[in-house]
């Protein structure tokens, strides 16, 4: 835990005990706020070899969102701008056929860089794209249904794909994506979150937030979204899929738990479980073991399942 997580769990629980209703609106803001992580040296070796283009978006709250709904329950009216989100940035890379590559939340796109430099010289093309409100592309606020549309987009604009690999909540988002119609061959998943339950829990222990907060939140989300549970949650969208798919998950993952893999491939026993050890959440997406697992995956024939 590092020392601004723990200054956010003391103000939360401060805030619940003085001030209950503003404790809420903190806590649904910092729900939809990732953090803009700088970008390490090694990714900016890998953003060198892309070719980096903004792809302008019309993107509306009102596509996703009942902002009827949401007014007057956040700590800011800013919580509904959409009007810097009109473009978003992508990544190409290579060229052959074409791999999505979804990053998770508080991430970007060149985290998926060894990924993408691997396959490019499989002979595969990349692309790949920095979210709304992550890495270079625009917003403030953001959630993972505005990454299905992106993806839905994306899949207009470049598509069909080979397969798309998604990291943490980006391999939520790919999931459900190709259950919505999203035409792609492979799906791979990278320690993704299973369950809407799992992901609404961790956020409750990771800022100390209370029973009542958390209420506030899922119900919020919910209404606000129009959506169920279950429209959230990876295990749903799998059930869906005829493609083949790969769940890869280490073990000593501290942020995404390895139980969530085990549910996963519970629930799409087509999918192969690829585990690893002493990794966790991040370093998989260069290990030498993963990429080639990734590559040899991606190379089988299609088949109906």
Same mark, same amino acid.
């Given at each position: ?7 956010? *769990? ?21 729900? #939809? ?5 700088? $970008?390490?040296?090694? %990714? ?5 070899? /892309? ?10 709250? @009102?596509?996703? !969102?009942?902002?009827?709904?949401? $007014? ?19 990544? +190409? *890379? ?10 998770? =939340? ?7 860089? #060894? ?17 709304? @409100? ?20 994306? #899949?207009? %604009? ?8 998604? +990291?943490? /909540? ?5 999931? /459900? @994506? ?18 809407? %339950? ?5 956020? /409750? ?5 209370? %029973? ?11 209404? !606000? ?11 749903? @969208? ?10 890869? +998950? ?7 738990? !390895?139980?969530? #893999? ?5 629930? =799409? ?11 966790? +959440?991040? $370093?998989?997406? =260069?290990?030498?073991?993963?990429? $080639? ?13």
């Amino acid at each position: 835990m590092n020392s601004i997580q723990r200054l956010i *769990q003391i103000f939360v629980r401060f805030l619940q005990y003085v001030s209950p209703v503003y404790a809420r609106k903190i806590g649904l803001h910092l729900w #939809a706020t990732p953090v803009r992580f700088k $970008r390490p040296p090694r %990714e900016e070796a890998y953003l060198k070899k /892309m070719r980096v283009e903004k792809l302008n978006v019309d993107f509306k709250n @009102a596509l996703i !969102y009942d902002e009827s709904y949401g $007014r007057g329950k956040t700590l800011t009216r800013g919580f509904y701008d959409d009007s810097a989100k009109k473009y978003i940035m992508t990544y +190409h *890379q290579g060229a052959g056929p074409l791999i999505l590559l979804v990053h998770g =939340w508080s991430g970007r796109a060149t985290q998926m860089g #060894a990924i993408a430099e691997s396959l490019v010289n499989e002979g595969y093309g990349i692309l790949a794209f920095d979210g709304f @409100a992550h890495g270079d592309s625009p917003g403030k606020q953001t959630s993972m249904l505005e990454f299905v549309y992106l993806i839905q987009l994306l #899949a207009q %604009e470049y598509g069909p794909f080979e397969g798309i690999v998604g +990291h943490s /909540m980006g391999g939520i988002a790919a999931g /459900m @994506a190709i259950s919505k119609g999203v035409k792609a061959d492979h799906l791979v998943t990278l320690g993704s979150p299973a369950t809407f %339950e799992f992901i609404t829990r961790n956020y /409750m222990e990771n800022i100390r937030a209370n %029973e009542e907060t958390l209420k506030f939140i899922v119900d919020f989300t919910l209404k !606000y979204t129009k959506s169920t549970a279950a429209d959230f949650e990876l295990v749903t @969208a799998v059930k869906k899929l005829d493609i083949p798919g790969l769940i890869v +998950h280490d073990r000593d993952d501290t942020e995404v738990e !390895y139980r969530q #893999a085990l549910i996963l491939k519970e629930a =799409w026993p087509a999918a192969d479980l690829f585990t690893t050890e002493k990794l966790g +959440h991040r $370093r998989i997406l =260069w290990d030498v073991k993963v990429l $080639r697992k990734i590559s040899s995956f991606l190379s089988e024939k299609k088949v109906t399942l």
